[in-house]
């Protein structure tokens, strides 16, 4: 059975959850209503701001970085350890608020915090190791190296899906970096967004001399996040959300010459091969493919089976999806929680009926509790079963919607991976050696993140997330994605007493 919650209880537990992490009442209050995907109800309203209150907030936030640059950089990290200890705190808080908002099941909201306080501990640890390296020359007694120095404001542009990791992601590095950070998250998730500003003032209060501005939070839809694309005192402008958005993101910061940090689209595929573990497979493709309600970026909405073993693995796919729980996402024993809201459900409706028109076979994808919660979008997760990979397979729904497709050779399974424009996750399911490293290579996944026997979800932080094709590669998180948050310097020394000039040249220097 499946349990769904009452309306009219979850405005209060909001409510308490902000004030006891020291939200003020007085941000709460305005003219935009924040919802909750689990009953509709309104939470509580917010104010937006306008272009000009944002420019405001980017000035702030410039002023801060002059001070913040000049700040030692493990001094910086300690800033960054304080908030991981006060996300620590908190963390239950935090996580449940992320349930009620944005509509995770608990341990997928506990999850996205314990991401925030990894990334933390990485960034820590990275204040002591912003290593530059020394360049072999060609000038006697000449040393040459290269520095890496903070570049100035980051601006951040969150989605609803992870509504304070990716936030994180971006803003412990820039901060150990030197930078300021200024942040426009989702008009979806204002709440979840003021919570964590309210913990990030907790350490700063801790740490006693933190520049005001440094971390600044702007609310509002999209004229507040084309304030912060188009301003040029923000070199480097890091935005998650639809490819759409990217699109227009991505030339108005290239046209002042800004740094775009896209992470957008997946339409993440799996392949599997003869020889995988089907019991493996199963669970993993279940998890990827239904998790989140098939809101993530990392979910998995391709599945290329091969044809010996389609008619064994579709028939337990279809089970786990028969036997999946749909419903209150507090609830321990729920996978599938709502859609974010009625937009998603009815594009999700659109691609079904594509699918049909394509030749498809549906099982699952109806509203579901459509009664006791009309505003609510509540469905079962679609499995689809295509004769081939339409358009409609290509272009990405925000849904619990797994595509399967047939191939019958190796190569026919990567070109089908790699055929859609976007390009984020991806795995294969083999014990074939060669299968797995041709998967690996250059002449195999063209993606950003290339799995062996695992999902394309639940990337970590210590690797660079990302890294999408169709963007050019955007990256966040660990590995050396701190480069983008910083400008390198090339410095040549001569420690002699001669200066190489063009042959023949001389000076009379008296």
Not at 20 to 25: D, H, I, T
Not at 131 to 146: F, K, S, W
Request: glycine residues 10%; proline residues 5%.
């Amino acid at each position: 059975m499946s349990s769904f919650p009452q309306i009219g209880a979850l405005a209060a537990q909001a409510r308490g959850i902000l004030n006891g992490l020291g939200v003020s009442a007085s941000r709460l209050e305005g003219h935009r209503a924040a919802t909750s995907p689990l009953t509709g109800e309104v939470l509580a309203h917010v104010a937006d701001m306008g272009a000009e209150e944002v420019e405001g907030a980017i000035a702030r936030a410039h002023a801060a970085f002059l001070e913040w640059r000049t700040v030692p950089a493990p001094r910086r990290g300690e800033l960054v350890r304080l908030f991981g200890e006060e996300l620590r705190a908190a963390k239950a808080d935090l996580a449940a608020l992320v349930t009620i908002e944005a509509g995770k099941i608990a341990s997928e909201g506990a999850g996205e915090v314990q991401e925030m306080i990894d990334i933390c501990d990485f960034a820590t640890g990275l204040s002591r190791q912003l290593h530059g390296l020394t360049i072999a020359t060609e000038r006697p007694d000449h040393r040459m190296m290269e520095t890496w120095h903070p570049i100035g404001v980051v601006g951040v542009i969150s989605a609803f899906n992870f509504p304070v990791a990716v936030w994180s992601w971006n803003a412990a590095l820039a901060f150990v970096c030197g930078d300021a950070v200024v942040w426009k998250p989702s008009e979806k998730t204002p709440l979840t967004a003021l919570a964590v500003d309210a913990i990030f003032r907790r350490a700063a209060a801790r740490f006693g001399s933190v520049p005001e501005g440094l971390s600044t939070l702007v609310l509002g839809a999209r004229e507040a996040g084309e304030a912060l694309v188009d301003d040029a005192g923000v070199p480097v402008v890091s935005a998650t959300g639809s490819t759409a958005m990217g699109r227009v993101v991505a030339p108005r910061v290239a046209a002042r010459f800004g740094r775009a940090i896209l992470e957008l689209g997946g339409n993440n595929a799996a392949i599997v091969c003869p020889s995988a573990d089907l019991d493996l497979t199963v669970r993993a493709v279940a998890f990827a493919a239904m998790g989140t309600a098939g809101q993530r970026c990392t979910t998995l909405r391709r599945l290329i089976v091969h044809a010996d073993i389609y008619d064994a693995l579709l028939p337990r796919l279809k089970k786990a999806y028969g036997s999946v729980r749909v419903g209150d996402p507090r609830a321990a024993e729920t996978l599938v929680g709502p859609l974010i809201d009625g937009e998603a459900f009815a594009a999700m409706q659109v691609a079904l009926e594509a699918a049909r028109a394509a030749g498809g076979v549906v099982t699952g994808g109806e509203r579901v509790a459509a009664d006791a919660l009309p505003d609510a979008f509540y469905v079962r997760p679609a499995l689809v079963e295509m004769p081939a990979q339409t358009d409609t397979v290509a272009a990405e729904t925000f849904a619990p919607i797994l595509y399967v497709l047939r191939y019958s050779d190796f190569a026919e399974a990567v070109h089908l991976n790699n055929e859609v424009p976007q390009g984020l996750a991806s795995s294969v399911f083999t014990t074939n050696l060669r299968e797995a490293e041709l998967f690996l290579s250059a002449a195999g996944s063209d993606c950003g993140i290339a799995n062996v026997n695992i999902g394309p979800s639940g990337a970590e932080i210590g690797g660079a997330f990302g890294g999408e094709k169709e963007t050019g590669g955007g990256r966040e998180a660990g590995s050396d994605c701190w480069k983008a948050y910083m400008r390198r310097a090339t410095n040549t020394i001569n420690y002699g007493t001669r200066l190489p000039l063009a042959q023949g040249v001389t000076f009379d220097v008296g």
